[in-house]
């Protein structure tokens, strides 16, 4: 009959494999993970501090403890995060190769990748891309104001990121999930002539409609952004589109300027003396009293020194010939002219 207790019978150079023994790092890895009151970590102040060597090591100790390096202080901060936002590339090609997640949300729904949007950083963006394992880095996922990093990149109008946004494949024409706008239609509600063009060079579609039905001409138009309304039709937009309230673009105008253009007439040359009339002068003015304030700016051209009495008859239409053949027929020609 064997022994009750077979461990006790067994070699010696097994127990340590029975029984390991104490990490040797243990302590170090302990300190290493350890959050202070804010919720960060070592990792966290070494990435904010810029500490390449400490941030190594830090890696090092978390990967040897088994610890995930997505750990969040008390603002929902990742190190990854922190690496972004203090825009540090070189950082963020480490934590992304030692297995941080670039989908990682912080508290705003923020990806990585909007992060380097928001806060202009191209080089972030292009190091999380680089560093980044083929299918862990959707483009395409929205933050909690249902925009994706493409929206973030065209709002803060840093043409950089979103040329590399859209070489790396992400949807110019995705929509925010709150009011349906494509990027096309933030930059032209930003009066962003330039990120318009660069997305219409892209290839946007210039007739996206947003859930209203309305699409970018619509914004561009109803604001009177003339440059933008002259790209937007050159480009093929269709001012005939109709929105949920059955207004197409020309209906939304307000500027005769901008109405000229959707008319496929030339536009005016810009006044530098006049401004375009306002929308309520423009609408309240009828053709009836365009008539009436051009009558009243009639002179007798054969008497700069008229009596005040022949001046309203003037502007009542009153004043016959009287013998004055040459000059009631000029003035006939010229009522005639501006009625």
Known sequence: MGSPFPLVNLPT???????????????????ATRADEDGDTPLHI??????LPAVHRLVNLFQQGGRELDIYNNLRQTPLH?????????VVRLLVTAGASPMALDRHGQTAAHL?????????????????????????????????ALHVAVNTECQETVQLLLERGADIDAVDIKSGRSP????????????????????ANVNAQMYSGSSALHSASG?????????????????????????????VARSRRVIDILRGKAARPASTSQPDPSPDRSANTSPESSSRLSSNELVDPGNSHSPPHATRQLRRGEVGCN????????LSILVGFLL
């Open 46 to 51: 070494a990435v904010v501090q810029g500490n």
């Open 184 to 203: 096309l239609i933030h930059a032209v509600e930003n009066n962003s002539l330039s990120m318009v063009q660069l997305l219409l060079q892209h290839g």
């Open 82 to 90: 922190l690496a972004v936002i203090t825009t540090l590339p070189s």
């Open 223 to 251: 604001r009177g952004l003339l440059p933008l309304v002259r790209t937007l039709v050159r480009s093929g937009a269709d001012s005939s589109l109709k929105n949920c309230h059955n207004d197409t673009p020309l209906m």
């Open 323 to 330: 013998g004055h053949g040459s000059r009631c027929k000029l």
């Open 116 to 148: 380097a949007c928001e806060h202009r950083s191209p080089t972030c963006l292009r190091a999380l891309l680089d560093s980044a394992a083929p299918g862990t880095l959707d483009l395409e996922a929205r933050n909690y104001d249902g925009l994706t």
């Open 13 to 31: 150079p097994l127990y340590p494999m029975m029984c390991p023994m104490e990490h040797p790092l243990s302590a170090d890895i302990a300190m």
